[in-house]
């Protein structure tokens, strides 16, 4: 096969709010190939996405992602990965590159393992998809009194586990961030994991992180998400030198493998967590699994936003039954959660897995996502190099 078509599509909200939450908009990606198609997703804005893909090449480093990947070859996950190392060469210089691809390399697995009739867990070579636990991927409130209703709201639902992050955390005082922490062990009860995400808000600041750490530990947190900056290596080797009890996590922030590795090796994390939206695909997410796989690390997905990220997201971990942890989009926007026709179910014992059906086993709502389509034209020197295409199956 060769690769015919790759479209964007942008789509949003009526109104985008400065919550931080990614499932306000969405860039879906469409891959056409030998009379089969695939989906994906980018984690990232999408207007400069979709620049990537088609702007003007300004040097031979620095070409469009196009450039590698219409008229490529697809017939084996080894041309995905060619496909990438073009990409990674010859856009070196356009730094929304790896955005981009993310969401086109999905595509590419999910339609090749349509034409192979094959799960895409089953082309990395897992034997079986495990089931993984998911946590209910939450805000912290604004108040300790909201964030215990929506911790007891998550349990009602059937989840043993969940996830708060950003909200008031880091901009306030040690006590109040302290009560925020026992709110949401409060409501998801003594039993269940609480997890914590700051969102990089202490930057470099390992004295402002550490002085939290006695409130989370009171409150039994499994871990504390990201509270530096994606780089930040040593910031995180030093927090978790003094974090026993609370393991430290992140990678979310990962652009490339070498991030996610250094970030195991250097910061000295317990859970390193990986978006497929930003990291350049399912391909290599599936590598940085393998080497937490031998670090002793455990891999976490990372996905706040629609089910076809997720699917794409649990591929790469699939068929590792000691990682058993995994992020779910609990209360998205209704933009993100008309994505998919087949949302994946949790299982009567709260797990889930990824599906079994070729591909990435998920059907885009089409019809559901018209509402929501931004119409978009890119013009350079009079010429259009990118319009909105028309949204079907």
Same mark, same amino acid.
């Given at each position: 096969?060769?690769?015919?078509?790759?479209?964007?599509?942008?789509?949003?909200?009526?109104?985008?709010?400065?919550?931080?939450?990614?499932?306000?908009?969405?860039?879906?990606?469409?891959?056409?190939?030998?009379?089969?198609?695939?989906?994906?997703?980018?984690?990232?804005?999408?207007?400069?996405?979709?620049?990537?893909?088609?702007?003007?090449?300004?040097?031979?480093?620095?070409?469009?992602?196009?450039?590698?990947?219409?008229?490529?070859?697809?017939?084996?996950?080894?041309?995905?990965?060619?496909?990438?190392?073009?990409?990674?060469?010859?856009?070196?210089?356009?730094?929304?590159?790896?955005?981009?691809?993310?969401?086109?390399?999905?595509?590419?697995?999910?339609?090749?393992?349509?034409?192979?009739?094959?799960?895409?867990?089953?082309?990395?070579?897992?034997?079986?998809?495990?089931?993984?636990?998911?946590?209910?991927?939450?805000?912290?409130?604004?108040?300790?009194?909201?964030?215990?209703?929506?911790?007891?709201?998550?349990?009602?639902?059937?989840?043993?586990?969940?996830?708060?992050?950003?909200?008031?955390?880091?901009?306030?005082?040690?006590?109040?961030?302290?009560?925020?922490?026992?709110?949401?062990?409060?409501?998801?009860?003594?039993?269940?994991?609480?997890?914590?995400?700051?969102?990089?808000?202490?930057?470099?600041?390992?004295?402002?992180?550490?002085?939290?750490?006695?409130?989370? !530990?009171?409150?039994?947190?499994?871990?504390?998400?990201?509270?530096?900056?994606?780089?930040?290596?040593?910031?995180?080797?030093?927090?978790?030198?003094?974090?026993?009890?609370?393991?430290?996590?992140?990678?979310?922030?990962?652009?490339?493998? %070498?991030?996610?590795?250094?970030?195991?090796?250097?910061?000295?994390?317990?859970?390193?967590?990986?978006?497929?939206?930003?990291?350049?695909?399912?391909?290599? %997410?599936?590598?940085?699994?393998?080497?937490?796989?031998?670090?002793?690390?455990?891999?976490?997905?990372?996905?706040?936003?629609?089910?076809?990220?997720?699917?794409?997201?649990?591929?790469?971990?699939?068929?590792? !039954?000691?990682?058993?942890?995994?992020?779910?989009?609990?209360?998205?926007?209704?933009?993100?959660?008309?994505?998919?026709?087949?949302?994946?179910?949790?299982?009567?014992?709260?797990?889930?897995?990824?599906?079994?059906?070729?591909?990435?086993?998920?059907?885009?709502?089409?019809?559901?996502?018209?509402?929501?389509?931004?119409?978009?034209?890119?013009?350079?020197?009079?010429?259009?190099?990118?319009?909105?295409?028309?949204?079907?199956?």
């Amino acid at each position: 096969m060769r690769i015919e078509a790759v479209d964007f599509f942008y789509l949003s909200m009526p109104e985008v709010t400065t919550d931080a939450d990614g499932s306000q908009d969405a860039l879906l990606v469409r891959v056409a190939a030998g009379g089969h198609v695939g989906w994906g997703e980018c984690e990232a804005a999408p207007l400069p996405s979709i620049a990537a893909f088609v702007c003007p090449m300004s040097h031979g480093a620095c070409r469009p992602v196009a450039a590698s990947v219409l008229g490529a070859r697809l017939d084996r996950p080894e041309d995905i990965a060619a496909i990438s190392a073009r990409v990674a060469h010859d856009s070196m210089d356009l730094l929304q590159a790896a955005h981009t691809l993310s969401g086109i390399e999905m595509a590419l697995w999910d339609l090749l393992g349509r034409h192979r009739d094959q799960p895409v867990w089953q082309m990395l070579g897992y034997r079986r998809s495990e089931p993984k636990l998911p946590y209910a991927s939450l805000l912290f409130a604004d108040t300790a009194q909201e964030t215990l209703e929506r911790a007891r709201k998550a349990r009602a639902a059937g989840f043993l586990a969940a996830k708060f992050g950003w909200g008031p955390i880091g901009t306030g005082s040690v006590a109040q961030d302290a009560d925020q922490f026992a709110a949401a062990r409060e409501g998801m009860g003594a039993d269940a994991h609480v997890m914590v995400d700051v969102g990089q808000i202490f930057g470099e600041d390992v004295e402002a992180a550490a002085a939290r750490l006695p409130a989370l !530990a009171a409150a039994k947190a499994y871990w504390l998400e990201e509270p530096f900056s994606g780089h930040a290596y040593e910031a995180y080797a030093a927090l978790a030198a003094r974090s026993p009890d609370v393991g430290i996590a992140g990678g979310e922030a990962a652009h490339n493998v %070498a991030m996610a590795r250094h970030l195991m090796d250097y910061g000295k994390v317990r859970f390193v967590q990986i978006d497929c939206g930003r990291i350049g695909g399912i391909g290599p %997410a599936h590598e940085v699994a393998q080497l937490a796989v031998a670090r002793g690390v455990t891999y976490v997905n990372h996905t706040f936003t629609t089910h076809l990220a997720l699917s794409a997201s649990l591929q790469p971990y699939a068929g590792l !039954a000691a990682h058993e942890i995994c992020e779910y989009p609990a209360d998205p926007r209704p933009l993100a959660a008309a994505v998919a026709a087949n949302p994946l179910p949790r299982a009567a014992d709260g797990t889930i897995r990824a599906p079994e059906a070729p591909g990435l086993g998920i059907d885009v709502n089409t019809a559901a996502l018209a509402p929501y389509l931004v119409d978009v034209e890119i013009r350079v020197g009079g010429r259009s190099l990118y319009a909105t295409p028309a949204l079907t199956a």
